[in-house]
């Protein structure tokens, strides 16, 4: 009777977790119904429509001389030019201010460099170089994408159209990892990442979906700038070491504005990956922290149930070899992430590649989030850039 017992509530706990992934599958694509429907608005819309709204793209940028320059030759080739363009060099040490300098000489009219000179040792630095340069900017949709990346052409004009709702007061973007154009040959590492990323949307885009949103990407992120100032702005933002996510946060619990989250390819930022398994840990752990011990309540207890029920399950799935059941929780885990992947690979028009791998993927997934969610509970050391974070 007792091991009947227990075998139900492996059962149960294993459906339970397939259930949140299943609703949340179903936020997905509500989000993405939404997505299409702005998309079909768009079509037969005269070209003066919407022009009242003016663009700003925020970039802020510490010592990214190496990537820098991809980002601004895709600004460049944007399908519209009617934006402005503020990049913040954040107390750059290398070649990233004269590239700024260059690229501002370059476009007078559209351009403006702001510089951080001092080094304060409280606070979010991300967080304090987009406040300085929210500060800087005029248009009424501020654009925000970071130094490492790369944009598609479409990406302002594509950006900007949910805002053609009045109510729309913010926007967020799939991100998927550059494969190719990086000067070198494809790693697993960076394929894993591009899995990584798209996967981790779907939570995201799910979220909106329902009405709940609690995280984006900060470097493929719209606002309105009425919604931003509702919110508090970046200086009124909890901290977080996830300051995008908490922006979203702030901006939902105004009750003011809707928020969106689109993943069609005019809106797919591609930044660099990062540059090994190391540095990939280091950026996890960050995302993990913010999600895990975020200000907001909704974000710590959906984020935390995932993570702690994988966390959970990976643990314990060796000891299935001494007593089944045991391999409930994972074999749950293991389809709730396979039925995302499928989701983000059906909704994202990913390639062969992507479905060859998926499985694999997955699985190293479970056993990567574990680990890092063990990083994050004994709180290692965060950075970001060179700089320690709070925790």
Not at 8 to 35: C, D, K, Q, Y
Not at 88 to 108: K, M, Q
Not at 206 to 230: H, M
Not at 261 to 273: Q, S
């Amino acid at each position: 009777m007792c091991e009947v017992s227990f075998l139900l509530v492996f059962i149960i706990l294993a459906g339970a977790i397939v259930a949140v992934h299943l609703v949340t599958v179903f936020g997905a694509f509500v989000s993405f119904a939404r997505e299409r429907q702005t998309a079909r608005a768009r079509v037969g819309t005269p070209a003066d429509a919407g022009e009242r709204l003016r663009v700003s793209v925020l970039v802020p940028a510490r010592d990214e001389e190496t990537n820098l320059p991809r980002l601004l030759e895709s600004l460049e080739t944007q399908g519209r030019s009617d934006f402005e363009i503020v990049i913040v060099n954040d107390r750059s040490a290398d070649g990233t201010p004269r590239i700024i300098e260059d690229f501002a000489t370059r476009h007078p009219d559209r351009v403006r460099a702001v510089t951080l000179a001092d080094d304060p040792q409280e606070g979010n630095p991300k967080q304090r170089a987009l406040a300085a340069g929210v500060n800087e900017t005029t248009g009424d949709i501020i654009l925000m994408t970071d130094a490492d990346c790369a944009v598609p052409p479409g990406w302002v004009e594509t950006m900007s159209a949910p805002f053609r709702d009045s109510a729309v007061g913010l926007v967020f973007g799939a991100v998927i990892p550059a494969t190719t154009g990086l000067g070198r040959r494809m790693r697993a590492i960076d394929r894993f990442q591009s899995f990584d990323q798209i996967f981790r949307f779907q939570y995201t885009a799910g979220a909106s979906g329902l009405g709940v949103p609690s995280g984006g990407f900060g470097n493929n992120i719209a606002v309105r700038r009425a919604a931003l100032d509702d919110a508090g702005g970046f200086e009124g933002l909890e901290y977080s070491t996830t300051e995008d996510a908490q922006l979203i946060c702030q901006v939902r619990d105004t009750g003011l504005w809707r928020i969106r989250a689109i993943r069609g390819e005019g809106a797919r930022v591609a930044p660099a990956p990062e540059a090994d398994m190391a540095s990939l840990v280091r950026q996890s752990i960050r995302w993990n922290t913010g999600g895990l011990f975020a200000p907001d309540r909704t974000t710590r207890l959906s984020y935390g149930v995932v993570m702690l029920y994988l966390f959970a399950s990976v643990l314990l799935a060796p000891t299935a070899l001494f007593y089944p059941p045991l391999a409930l929780p994972a074999l749950g885990s293991f389809t709730s992430m396979l039925l995302l992947g499928i989701v983000a690979g059906l909704l994202g028009g990913r390639n062969a590649v992507y479905w060859l791998l998926l499985i694999p993927h997955v699985l190293f997934a479970m056993v990567f989030y574990t680990y890092v969610t063990i990083l994050t509970l004994a709180h290692v050391p965060l950075s970001w850039k060179g700089r320690a974070l709070r925790g």
